[in-house]
């Protein structure tokens, strides 16, 4: 996960027919995802979304001795 993508955690994912998931946007806040997936729905009333928080597992290196 690149440093712009850590910046922006809430996703919108697109549910597809074949049981596949499509990300279609990151936003920083909630309440801009929430916005947009108001949007989404209003012009594919047929699609199905989701919002999801992507968390991001930081990784530390412990050296052995």
């Not at 995802?33 to 597992?57: C, H, S, W």
């Amino acid at each position: 996960m690149t440093y712009a993508d850590k910046l922006h955690p809430w996703c919108i994912i697109r549910t597809l027919s074949n049981c596949q998931n499509l990300m279609i946007a990151r936003f920083r806040s909630r309440g801009e995802a929430t916005n947009y997936l108001n949007a989404l729905q209003r012009l594919i009333p047929d699609g199905t979304f989701t919002i999801i928080f992507e968390m991001v597992k930081e990784t530390t290196f412990v050296e052995d001795n």
